[in-house]
Structure formats: C-alpha cells, structure tokens
C-alpha cells in the first residue's frame, strides 16, 4: 500500500500544491480515504498558510483608515469608533 507521503512525493510541485490546498484526505487505521475538495481555509498546521494569510491582509489596515485592527496568524478583527 502507498503511503500519502509517497503519494504526495510522485508528483510535480504543482500537484503537491494542489493536494495540499485544493484537497485532503482522512487516514483512519491505516487506511486513506478518497480524496475530497477544501473549499474554505487553509489546512491545519501548515507553516504557509500564515504567509498566505499576511501577505492576502497586509493592505487591509490601508482600506480602513479609521479602524483599528488586529490581526493574529488567520484571524482578522477590526473596530471603529
């Protein structure tokens, strides 16, 4: 049986991408279940998907003058007076 690591390793970096953003799979004793879409988030734990989230919000500050916010890892939060 191949293993996801081994599965992820066959293909080019843009499949890789792909499976790590685009798809996921749940390893339940041994055994992988079949592929199904992420359509919302990034996955957990990942170290990117930080990077993601600061380079997507970095200019959010900019639309809001008037707003103060916070923003931590992959939440946002903003306040007005």
Not at 8 to 27: R, Y
Not at 29 to 40: A, Q, V, Y
Request: aromatic share 12%; charged share 15%; proline share 5%.
């Amino acid at each position: 049986m191949i293993t996801r690591r081994q599965r992820i390793l066959l293909f080019s970096s843009s499949e890789q991408l792909k499976m790590l953003f685009g798809a996921e799979t749940i390893l339940v004793d041994g055994t992988c279940s079949r592929w199904f879409p992420i359509k919302r988030g990034g996955p957990q734990g990942s170290s990117l998907t930080p990077s993601v989230f600061i380079a997507y919000h970095s200019d959010m500050s900019d639309a809001f003058p008037m707003a103060m916010s916070f923003l931590f890892a992959d939440d946002v939060a903003a306040t007005m007076a």
